[in-house]
């Protein structure tokens, strides 16, 4: 009797890349709480960072004390949101796998977030802040729904504004000093509907990145979209091919 000889194993799935969330400007890493749990339900290993320290430069190394708490070894798919697309401009490019951002600003070096900001036509932002531009800003809470959340219904506008935080605003007068873009890929979401950062600006950085995707979507897409902005991450997590 002739024996087949066994089928060869099927090669191993390679283990998902870690994510790095990073929030925006008067958000917490409460912002994320939906798709962080909506990836970790999927297997990927998520961190969440928290800001607020005062710098961007104090900002860029509580994001990269983040990713050293991740589990695992090998790059992280780093997300910014608003402001937080700025931190993860800084972040150590070997440290990065792929750098999403999502409404986000995307500073070159020398750039600030405020000066970009001022440099594009104006949205409901300025309006809506309260307190001394110089110092330390909150969101006015009659106006925070519609500003950040306008495609959310009013309770899930609710549960969300109720955990913004005081911005200091010394961060967004500060110069990216490093691009991470610059050597690593990226996807760019453009967010049609937003009222905090013009789409405007949304294209101009756009015409920086490896990759663009456009969604109908007010700022907080982290929301809004949220599944999508799962199914995106998760995609870059899994993705095995080296020119993404």
Known sequence: MTLSPPSPAAAPSPAPRRVLLVHGAWHTGHAWDGVAAGLRARGVTVAVAELHRGSLAADVAAAEAALDRLDGDGPAVACGHSYGGAVITGLPPHRIDHLVYLAAMMPDRGETALGLLADAPPTALATS?????????????????SLFHARLGPAERARHTARLVPQAMAAGRQPTTAAAWRQRPSTYVVCTEDRVVHPHLQHRFAARATHVLTWLSDHGAFASHEAETVDLLHRLATDSRPDR
Do not use: L, N, Q, S
């Open 129 to 145: 802040m309260v307190g001394d531009p110089a110092g330390t800003t909150t969101i006015d809470p009659e106006t925070a729904g």
